[in-house]
């Protein structure tokens, strides 16, 4: 398998030599169709191929890989009037090393990722309508969200009804993750959703924004629950944002649970701060942040589940660049720092610590699943951190990149799964359409 770690090089290498040329063929084309259509039609691609590996995981499924994924896309848009969008894209997204049973989080050949809908999506304010299957964002994609990195990308069949004004944005929906079917088409599948509404009120004060949210998650054994009865919960959430002077801006976001997860009656919660500073030392751009959140887990002898329910989050880059941990029963301080060494290459180092929040409820995943529990609490609290560094250099339509990140175990890692100590090194070339 390390044959493919030259290939990777390979295809970033040619990436890099093609980036310089003077006119990019599939841009230029795409401003073309543009501007011979009156702007009613355009096309989308994007290629990207990592080659990642992946050491010292043990945790249930999770094992020790090196892979080479590619994932391809290309989308057609058709704008016929101001009040109707129309869009559609395809994506094969491949593991060709990995083998006959690679995990639909790597492996989607030929599906349909995009295809919808909207009805006066770009008049300012008014009604507005979207329905179909989209890769859908929400505030800073903690409840609902796309996360990017992952091979296939998760998408959500989905219906939008909105009300916009000059001053706020009002939402109706009601979203499903789409579940992939491996060799076959991802047909719609409502066993799982997220509905409720979803608002914007945005620089309502001195630049500060406020999102405010109510949304149902709903489901059952044929959208993944495996317990005994469904899932059903309901999240009252809300975020405050904006800038400070001196370069500063800040992110508060609290959420609050009532309903069902089994048979338990829920009362759980999840919250949220950052603190970020932009600001140059010399001519060299400085970014600083810090963040601390948290989301709650079940004690011990509780009648009740105080186990957060995380929706459908995008969390890579939140609890660390492998992907270990998702957000249930978990207290995590992170920071992320960037350097602009230049106007196009940016250097990061990132630094998450993991503590959970009940000793005696489980870790839980990036998709929420169970990794490790001490049921008696007497494992301790301390997950343990990670420290990631990576470098992305942008030119034209080509990013090029490569990342390490090693996880040093806490107490409870070293008790309850004592042979885990996973590290992540990777390298990718992406070239999208601008």
């Given at each position: 398998m390390?044959?493919?770690?030259p290939l990777a090089i390979l295809l970033a290498s040619l990436a890099c030599s093609t980036s310089y040329g003077q006119e990019d063929p599939l841009q230029e084309a795409n401003r073309l169709l543009k501007k011979s259509s009156g702007d009613k039609l355009y096309f989308t691609f994007e290629e990207r191929t990592r080659w990642e590996e992946k050491?010292?995981?043990?945790?249930?499924?999770?094992?020790?890989?090196?892979?080479?994924?590619?994932?391809?896309?290309i989308g057609f848009?058709?704008?016929?009037?101001?009040?109707?969008?129309?869009?559609?894209m395809g994506q094969d997204a491949r593991a060709p090393f990995y083998g006959a049973n690679a995990p639909t989080t790597l492996r989607d050949p030929m599906a349909l990722q995009e295809a919808w809908v909207k009805l006066f999506d770009r008049r300012e304010a008014g009604f507005g309508a979207s329905l179909g299957r989209e890769m859908l964002d929400y505030g800073e994609s903690r409840v609902i969200g796309t996360p990017q990195w992952t091979n296939t990308a998760r998408t959500y069949d989905h219906t939008r009804l909105y009300y916009r004004t000059a001053k706020a944005r009002y939402e109706i929906l009601m979203v499903s993750p789409v579940k992939i079917l491996e060799?076959?088409?991802?047909v719609p599948?409502?066993?799982?959703?997220?509905?409720?509404?979803?608002?914007i009120v945005p620089k309502l004060w001195h630049g500060a924004s406020i999102d405010a949210y109510a949304l149902r998650h709903s489901q059952n054994r044929i959208g993944g629950f495996t317990g005994a009865g469904t899932l059903g919960t309901d999240s009252f959430g809300g975020r405050f944002?904006?800038?400070?002077?001196?370069?500063?801006?800040y992110s508060l976001e609290g959420i609050g649970q009532t309903g069902h997860i089994g048979y338990a009656t829920e009362r759980a919660y999840a919250w949220y701060s950052r603190l970020a500073e932009q600001f140059h030392a010399g001519a060299v751009p400085v970014r600083l942040s810090i963040e601390y959140k948290g989301a709650s887990g079940t004690r011990a002898g509780s009648e009740t589940s105080g186990t957060y329910d995380q929706l459908s989050p995008a969390n890579h880059d939140n609890f660390g660049h492998e992907d270990l941990f998702g957000?249930?029963?978990?207290?995590?301080?992170?920071?992320?720092?960037?350097?602009?060494?230049?106007k196009a290459l940016a250097l990061n180092f990132m630094y998450t610590d993991e503590w959970l929040y009940s000793a005696s409820d489980a870790l839980y995943n990036s998709s929420g699943s169970s990794i490790a529990v001490s049921k008696t609490g007497t494992a301790?609290?301390?997950?343990?951190?990670?420290?990631?560094?990576?470098?992305?250099?942008?030119?034209?339509?080509?990013?090029?990149?490569?990342?390490?990140?090693?996880?040093f175990k806490g107490e409870f890692i070293d008790i309850t799964t004592p042979h885990v100590n996973p590290r992540y090194f990777y390298v990718f070339q992406q070239y999208s359409l601008r």
């Open positions: 390390r044959r493919t770690l050491d010292g995981v043990s945790f249930g499924k999770a094992v020790d890989q090196q892979d080479m994924l590619s994932r391809l896309r848009g058709y704008n016929p009037t101001e009040w109707l969008s129309l869009y559609a060799n076959s088409f991802n599948d409502l066993g799982e959703r997220i509905w409720g509404t979803y608002e944002y904006g800038p400070l002077p001196a370069g500063l801006d957000w249930r029963n978990l207290k995590t301080v992170k920071s992320l720092d960037t350097i602009g060494i230049r301790g609290t301390h997950v343990g951190q990670e420290f990631d560094s990576f470098l992305t250099w942008k030119h034209k339509g080509h990013t090029l990149g490569a990342g390490f990140g090693h996880f």
